[in-house]
């Protein structure tokens, strides 16, 4: 394991960053709108998402490039600026973490399926590598390869993200199945932690924490939703408030996690509840 996780794990539960796509869209990001494409077009209002995550006790925060790997981005019509997306994204998050956080860069799914065959391995581990690269060369600290439906997708990605030599957080999403405990493609968390590990991941993300610790070693890598979404007058909104998504945390604590944070629905006041609850 990296020596930089061997530093964070030794003060444990580290505690991450929250959700960056609602935040963004509460600064004006149009429906349809690239949020990635904002590195460039409105940093300063990225840079404000980060730095207030890093104000409400996030020792990691993320960078705003889930979406920024060259397939993704063609679909705006951003493909040709690819590299200069993802190194803005990691210099955004780096002015706001001063020396009170770490920046571990975001990458996530392509949005093509492998399986469907709308696009090769080979293309996907090009591009992927592409990211990486940029992302590491603009000084992230980590890597998290982010919510990933397709294990094979997943581990191309963290083929390209190990390249770089940077601690690597690997994920999958876990909502298919009767128990909503499977993969898209059917598996189980102890089936994706045997594949990722041994495709070299420093670190699991998992909702299933109990279980995941159970099948592995590694160190577990917890965001959680604010519970489901829902839809009043055209909005999208989360009941969750923050002192019960706290407490929660406090359960997946016991049962693991080592990193904990939130995802969608999440805010920096649900940060500053995590911060104020698990170090208490």
């Not at 409105?42 to 889930?66: C, D, K, M, Q, W």
């Not at 189980?188 to 109990?210: H, K, M, N, R, W």
């Not at 160190?219 to 002192?243: C, H, T």
């Amino acid at each position: 394991m990296k020596s930089l996780l061997n530093e964070l794990l030794k003060n444990t539960p580290v505690i991450t960053d929250g959700a960056w796509g609602t935040q963004m869209q509460e600064k004006g990001l149009g429906a349809g709108e690239c949020a990635d494409g904002w590195n460039l077009a409105h940093p300063e209002r990225v840079e404000e998402v980060a730095l207030s995550y890093v104000e409400a006790g996030s020792r990691i925060i993320l960078t705003n490039t889930f979406r920024s790997n060259r397939i993704a981005l063609e679909q705006y019509g951003l493909a040709d600026k690819t590299g200069a997306i993802n190194r803005a994204g990691v210099e955004i998050s780096k002015r706001a973490a001063g020396n009170q956080a770490l920046v571990f860069a975001s990458m996530g799914p392509s949005g093509k399926m492998l399986f469907m065959e709308e696009v090769s391995a080979e293309k996907l581990l090009t591009v992927f590598e592409e990211q990486a690269r940029a992302l590491a060369e603009a000084g992230a600290d980590g890597i998290v390869i982010e919510t990933m439906t397709d294990e094979e997708e997943a581990k191309l990605a963290l083929s390209a993200a190990l390249k770089t030599g940077l601690p690597v957080v690997a994920s999958m999403v876990f909502d298919s199945g009767r128990d909503k405990d499977r993969t898209m493609m059917g598996l189980t968390p102890e089936q994706v932690a045997e594949e990722l590990i041994a495709a070299g991941a420093d670190v699991i993300f998992v909702s299933l924490c109990e279980r995941l610790k159970s099948a592995t070693d590694l160190p577990v890598w917890i965001k959680s939703n604010a519970g489901l979404p829902e839809v009043a007058d055209g909005k999208i909104f989360y009941r969750m408030q923050p002192d019960r998504f706290a407490h929660y945390a406090g359960l997946i604590k016991e049962k693991g996690a080592s990193f904990i944070g939130g995802c969608c629905g999440t805010t920096p006041e649900f940060v500053r509840a995590l911060t104020a609850s698990l170090n208490r």
